[in-house]
């Protein structure tokens, strides 16, 4: 019997219900070992996996530091409002805080 094709998949679980197929076939020419072109297909899809997990770590990165952002932006707006309740209440006893400070804000 001669192999003219050989195939190989992988199917990745990145958890949360999501999983990615990957595969390829490859045609075996004649005087081809079919072993050596599996190998070569084996090796081509786990390449492919490779950059697949790589781009959901980042995209995982990514996601995580836009969550950071978020909560910074929420405590900087916080210490702003804050910043402006403790100037009014220094303003009301006479204490005028833009005097010592460059741009208004102490931070």
């Known amino acids: 019997m001669r192999i003219t094709s050989v195939s190989y998949t992988r199917l990745k679980s990145f958890g949360h219900y999501e999983n990615e197929t990957i595969g390829g076939t490859a045609e075996v020419e004649v005087g081809d070992d079919p072993e050596a072109v599996l190998t ?7 390449q492919q996996l490779q950059v697949l997990e790589r ?34 209440f220094l303003e009301r006893f006479g204490v005028q805080v833009d005097e010592f400070l460059d741009d208004g804000v102490p931070f």
């Open 40 to 46: 070569t297909l084996q090796a081509f899809v786990e």
């Open 55 to 88: 781009h959901q770590e980042v995209q995982s990165d990514l996601q995580m530091l836009e969550s950071k952002r978020r909560h910074l932006e929420r405590a900087v707006d916080t210490m702003h409002q804050r910043w402006e309740l403790g100037k009014a």
